[in-house]
């Protein structure tokens, strides 16, 4: 019984151990609810992780109970056709990142108010091309356009890539389309994660067995 009791405990200690480095901390989070003290506002480019890329147009933030909240219980997020008739380049300020693989994650709603959005996402901007080495989904090079019905609730977008090289770079978003009426898709949730190499996984699960039977035979010698 013993013995049965300590092999479950080794499992789950290896159970743990790969569940914590797959959830390897995020190199860029946010769930925009901290901005402007949680408080809708239009036209807003105050950001404190993104630029409004000055000269393309606004972005709206909207939601937590305020007057444009289609989809409440999301705190603050993001309405990518502002309310002047042109949408904004939503940009990420710089991420800096070692070279490995990565998985960029986002929320995407649909308007609901009855339009279907097309949304562009960028990948990495500021390096050059050859440096992302895999992405999936992607259509033309570094691009992702997805088209959201109106009524699709938040839904999560994962777009896995590598980095070859250690660098800076910038992610983007953008509605496409449909200038001058002021309706956007709608975004939340964006976060940029390493995944770790299968052997990084290994090591780690090597390494509990070896502390699971060192256990196991200092017991052993003590009794
Ligand atoms: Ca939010
Ligand atoms: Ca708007
Ligand atoms: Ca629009």
Redo the contacts with the bound molecule.
Sequence with gaps: MRKKALVASVVSALVIGASGVAGASPIFQDDFNGENAGNEALNFSSFNQWTVVPGTGTV?LIGNGGTFDFLPGNGLYV?L???TGLTGLLQSKSISAPAGNYVLSFDLAGSHRGTTESVSSFLPNELAPAAVSSLSLNLGNVTQILNIASNQGFQTYDIPFSLATPGSFSIAFRSIGGNGD???ALLDNVSIAPVPEPSTILLLASGFFGVAIYGKRRKNNTT
């Design positions: 709206d309405d056709d502002g309310s002021n309706i956007g």
